[in-house]
Nanobody, 121 residues
Framework: QVQLVESGGGLVQAGGSLRLSCAASGSIASIKAMGWYCQAPGKQRELVATITSGGSTNYADSVKGRFTISRDNAKNTVYLQMNSLRPEDTAVYYC???????????????WGQGTQVTVSS
């Protein structure tokens, strides 16, 4: 089995910072892309940022220059440093990872349980 566990969400004032972490564990052979999505109330889940195993990154336009995604391949962990937070960043943030399990030929997307980020004005 594979599990993704997130941490680091919370309540912060506008202009503040938070750092999210997501650690993958289990029978992991390799991890390709990892990333973060968010879902605000009444809205669809949308991309925040992704990072490949080689370190190439992609960001939603709304977070460019404010958020930074990184990963530690040795720890199977992805991070999201969120700076200059705005009330519109309020959402549940989900991490995902494209993981190939030991003994399995193809990879699948696995998701974390979500962590709430609330930015007050």
């Amino acid at each position: 089995q594979v599990q993704l566990v997130e941490s680091g969400g919370g309540l912060v004032q506008a202009g503040g910072s938070l750092r999210l972490s997501c650690a993958a564990s289990g029978s992991i052979a390799s991890i390709k892309a990892m990333g973060w999505y968010c879902q605000a109330p009444g809205k669809q889940r949308e991309l925040v940022a992704t990072i490949t195993s080689g370190g190439s990154t992609n960001y939603a336009d709304s977070v460019k220059g404010r958020f930074t995604i990184s990963r530690d391949n040795a720890k199977n962990t992805v991070y999201l440093q969120m700076n200059s937070l705005r009330p519109e960043d309020t959402a549940v943030y989900y991490c995902y990872a494209d993981i190939r399990r030991i003994g399995v030929v193809i990879s699948y997307d696995y998701w974390g349980q979500g962590t709430q980020v609330t930015v007050s004005s």
